[in-house]
């Protein structure tokens, strides 16, 4: 296992029968709607793993998030303040979604990011669209 690396991003999980959880890495600039769309996300049923501050570290295969243990189970809601949020321990990530505020292309080329070495499937999206949080499932699904 590989040390703990934090990067500034949030992660939420979702469970897939025949896969278990998967965990999608959202980051972005600071307001690009990082927490926002875990929270819609986590609406939807998923599970919030970190916000804010995520650990990525390696296991066997895999590449995992898991939260600081000074926010584990906490969220930043924007104009409210941080609320307490049902969070899931390590996850496994599938998927890096990085918020910009410029449109993504139409039918982009497929890209990764690499965490601790390890390539991630990456797409981008707008933080503030009405579809991102069906762009963001259709995207895991697909994985």
Partial sequence: MSPARPVHATAVAQWAPGTGWRAVLISGPPGAGKSDLALRLIGRGWRLVAD????????????????????????????????????????????????????????????????????????????FEASVVEKVAAAIARL
């Avoid at 295969?61 to 049902?86: F, K, M, N, S, V």
């Fill in 52 to 127: 804010d501050a995520v650990h990525v570290f390696t296991s066997g295969e895999g590449l995992y998030a898991a939260a600081p243990e000074t926010i584990a189970g906490r969220i930043e809601a924007r104009g409210i303040g941080i609320i307490d949020a049902g969070a899931r321990g390590a996850v496994r990530l599938v998927l890096a979604v990085d918020l910009t505020e410029t449109p993504p292309e139409r039918l982009p080329e497929a890209e990764t990011r690499a965490f601790a070495g390890r390539p991630l499937p990456l797409i981008r999206l707008r933080g």
